[in-house]
Nanobody, 125 residues
Framework: EVQLVESGGGLVQAGGSLRLSCVAS????????IGWFRQAPGKEREGISC????????YYRSSVKGRFTISSDNAKNTVYLQMVNLNSDDTAVYYC??????????????????WGKGTLVTVSS
């Protein structure tokens, strides 16, 4: 059974930091790209960052570039999203996703192979 399990969300003050984790199981981790999407209240889900596990290549949406860092621990089948200098616009449910096509994780088509259930990040001002 394929699973993507997110953790690390919570309530943080503006300017603070959080690290999200996504633990993957049930598929060949090193053959996939893993991405993070988020969906703010009343807005569409958007891809914000992804990492190609096979070569370490990364992508960041412009709104998070310089503040968010994606990384992976391949021995643990885990991808992290370190978020710093958070602001109220970062309040959203954050979802982990996996696809063999990295491009699927940074376009807005939302057609990906696997999704996690999400973790809520709330930034208070």
């Amino acid at each position: 059974e394929v699973q993507l399990v997110e953790s690390g969300g919570g309530l943080v003050q503006a300017g603070g930091s959080l690290r999200l984790s996504c633990v993957a199981s049930g598929f060949a981790f090193d053959e996939y790209a893993i991405g993070w999407f988020r969906q703010a209240p009343g807005k569409e889900r958007e891809g914000i960052s992804c990492i190609d596990i096979s070569d370490g290549g990364t992508y960041y949406r412009s709104s998070v570039k310089g503040r968010f860092t994606i990384s992976s621990d391949n021995a643990k089948n885990t991808v992290y999203l370190q978020m710093v200098n958070l602001n109220s616009d970062d309040t959203a449910v954050y979802y982990c996703a996996a696809d063999r096509r990295p491009k699927a994780l940074y376009t807005d088509s939302l057609i990906v192979e696997y999704w996690g259930k999400g973790t809520l990040v709330t930034v208070s001002s």
